[in-house]
């Protein structure tokens, strides 16, 4: 079993910016879709980013194109998600989670149900 740590998420005026890490402790062996998400209460989970870790495939909700990068550290085996000019809308829990069983990153769409492995969540919570 994978277990993902996520950490960075904290409170930040609008404008600014947030690093989101998620740990994955131990070795994933091969390839696999990593994902970042975030829901607010009373609503379901929102993608907002996806790609693939052996490279490309790299892929942004609507609401943070532009704002969000999505990358990973191979040697610390740990996600990342930048975010920049954040805007209150940007408010929720933030959720890193992988798939490694299928590629299904690779075919230009993620689904949170292929998704096999999830964090905690960690909260983001920008002020006006």
């Known amino acids: 079993k994978v277990q993902l740590v996520e950490s960075g998420g904290g409170s930040v005026e609008a404008g600014g910016s947030l690093r989101l890490s998620c740990s994955a402790p131990?070795?994933?062996?091969?390839?696999?879709?990593m994902g970042w998400f975030r829901q607010v209460p009373g609503k379901g989970r929102e993608g907002v980013a996806a790609?693939?870790?052996?490279?490309?495939?790299?892929m942004y909700g609507d609401a943070v194109k532009g704002r969000a990068t999505i990358s990973q550290d191979n040697a610390k085996n740990t996600l990342h998600l930048q975010m920049t000019n954040l805007k209150p809308e940007d408010t929720a829990m933030y959720y890193c989670?992988?798939?490694?069983?299928?590629?299904?990153?690779?075919?230009?769409?993620?689904?949170?149900?292929?998704?096999?492995?999830w964090g905690q969540g960690t909260q983001v919570t920008v002020s006006p």
């Open positions: 790609a693939w870790s052996g490279g490309g495939h790299t």
């Open positions: 989670a992988i798939d490694t069983e299928t590629r299904h990153c690779t075919l230009g769409f993620w689904r949170e149900e292929q998704f096999i492995y």
């Open positions: 131990g070795y994933i062996y091969g390839d696999y879709c």
